[in-house]
C-alpha cells in the first residue's frame, strides 16, 4: 500500500504547465460551462436552452 500511494503522489505533483503561451491563449479564450466556444456564435449554447425553456409547447 506504501508503494502504491508513494507513486500516486509522485504522478500527482508532477503536473505542471509545459507551455505558458498554450496556458495564457486558453485563459483568454471565452467560454461556456468550461468548454471552448466560438467568438462569432451569435447564440450559446447556454442560450439556446433557455430560449427553448421559454417557450410555450
Known amino acids: 500500500l506504501q508503494k502504491y ?3 500516486r503522489a509522485k ?3 508532477q503536473h505542471k ?3 505558458r ?3 495564457t491563449l486558453a485563459n483568454a479564450r471565452p467560454r461556456v460551462k ?3 466556444v ?3 456564435q451569435p ?3 447556454a442560450a439556446v436552452e433557455a430560449s427553448k425553456a421559454d ?3
Open 11 to 13: 504522478r500527482l505533483s
Open 5 to 7: 500511494m508513494a507513486k
Open 55 to 57: 417557450q410555450p409547447q
Open 17 to 19: 504547465v509545459r507551455y
Open 34 to 36: 468550461g468548454r471552448f
Open 38 to 40: 466560438k467568438t462569432e
Open 43 to 45: 447564440l450559446t449554447a
Open 21 to 23: 503561451v498554450r496556458k
